[in-house]
């Protein structure tokens, strides 16, 4: 089957994306968490009394986090709960051991850098155990006997005890440097495959990282360990409710907003607005011919140009080929200009059919782009517009307007724009 290319703009996958603001929003919560559990670690009237809740506190967290992530499937942030839970929670009953806490100084980092990597799969499949059994086979062969690997962690710890490096840090950590190396390496291999990969797992894997190995640094005071974990448990919630809202409200295949978040918008709406219905022409024929993935890219491409509309629109994915942009506080007359330049730049988007001889990659694909490669296809699209009237008091009465004037469009030859 032949694959399909268009602008770059056009083909970056908005799946992967997350906006600035979540992105944001999640740094705030982590530097939030972080510094609360930091000012209670380090409050020893505050430490005295956080005590008493030692360990139901981190616990509850805990748990409440890994139920969110097991109801939203993640599989990624249940596991790194699972191995932050089990090196640590054993250090809020009491004074750790100090094996026990340069063990969980090496090992967390590099298992939430490993976990980072790997992809979303089923706890339940046979892969999904082995690697449950990864997360917890460390802590729990160090909980059954306490100085197992006791002579080779000795051995690792002398062999990288780096004098000079270890009186530099001294002021600042009890850890040794190999742990320190460990968790900025860490954190280092988690921010590539963050922007390798450009799905959100750097944010809060780096979270989860930076609370774990201050949990590690305060080992000695049970109370400041349990700080630590409740922080790491609220990073998690936040990211996980972040991820239920975009499940619910964002098209995962555009970008866009979705039918719910539509349905908000038209709840809002004041008493002059004007809604636009899209459509993309022949695109049943076009999924035939060129099959699915070819059209998932058009729609991605669609979806693009209609994040770029002007006139003060916001666009939304109703449905199939579909597309609703809400205008607040405009006619209909005063938002057809945008409309047709939205038609227009559809009309003109680049959209290559990339045959079997053209490289797979997209930067060999941008090289040879336009030597012959593959076939252009012409992608277009229907809009009709319709505003509220003394008739039509509720908008869902003016998105079926703007839907016959789409279907008057689609009548009139397609690729117009056709107010109602």
Known sequence: MRRVSS??????????TVTLAQHALRFATTLLALGAAWFV???AGLAGGWGALVPTAPVAALAAAMLLAARFRKERIF??????????VPMTLGPADLAAVHWAALVVPLSLAVLAWLPEAELTGPWGLVRLAAAVGPAAAHAYAPHWGAGGLEALLEATGWPEVATALAPYTPLPPVAVATGVGAALVIAARGITARRPVAG???????????AVH?????AAV????TAAALVCVVTLVQTSWRMAYVDELTGLPGRRALEEALDRLGRRYAVAMVDVDHFKKFNDTYGHEAGDQVLRMVGAKLRAVEGGGRA?????????????GAEPREVVPALEALRQAIEAGPFVLRGPERPARKRQ???????????TVRVTASIGVAGRVAATRDPREVVKAADKALYRAKKKGRNQVCAG
């Not at 596991?79 to 640590?88: D, F, N, P, S």
């Not at 305060?218 to 049970?222: G, S, Y």
């Not at 349990?226 to 974990?229: E, K, M």
């Open 365 to 375: 694909g941008r090289l040879v782009r336009g030597v012959g490669g593959g076939k």
């Open 218 to 222: 305060v080992a000695p005071d049970p």
């Open 41 to 43: 670690a380090s409050s």
């Open 79 to 88: 596991l790194a709960l699972v191995v932050i839970g089990a090196w640590t």
């Open 226 to 229: 349990s700080a630590f974990l």
């Open 7 to 16: 602008a770059p703009s056009a083909t970056a996958s908005p799946t992967v």
């Open 204 to 214: 809060p894997s780096i979270g989860l990282l930076a609370a774990a190995v201050l």
């Open 316 to 328: 939304y994915r109703y449905g199939g080929e579909e597309f609703t942009v809400v205008f607040p």
